[in-house]
């Protein structure tokens, strides 16, 4: 059974809340492709310029930004994930809502001697 403080906890996890989960994916893979082309053509202008240490320490900022990007799609998946669980969440607490009624239905019939 779901106490009231669990009750309240779970109403907050209703769906626009996990809609707006969702919303934030779009934005972190324009982030993810916009840091990418602006350090790829940051590379290729020093290179062209000649200035050989520019590009080996912008080299080094691009292997690091790819693993930033990598730590961004985890975060993104993980994002996923908690949403998909609080939907789910928001289901069961539905159920038990619907079966706490009808128990106490059955308990009402069972009482009267309907059943």
């Known amino acids: 059974m779901i106490s009231e403080d669990e009750d309240e906890s779970l109403a907050q996890f209703d ?20 840091l990418q082309l602006e350090e790829v053509a940051e590379i290729k202008r020093t290179a062209k ?18 693993q930033h990007i990598s730590n961004l ?16 969440m928001h289901a069961q607490s539905s159920v038990v809502v619907g079966m706490k009624g009808a128990s106490k239905a ?8 309907l059943i």
């Open 73 to 88: 799609q985890g975060s993104s998946s993980q994002m996923r994930a908690i949403a998909t669980h609080t939907q789910a």
């Open 49 to 66: 310029i000649g200035n050989e240490a520019a590009t080996k320490i912008l080299a080094k900022q691009l292997i690091r930004l790819r």
């Open 106 to 113: 059955m308990a009402t019939m069972n009482k009267v001697g």
């Open 15 to 34: 769906p626009q809340n996990i809609g707006a989960l969702r919303g934030l994916q779009p934005g972190i893979k324009k982030k993810i492709g916009a």
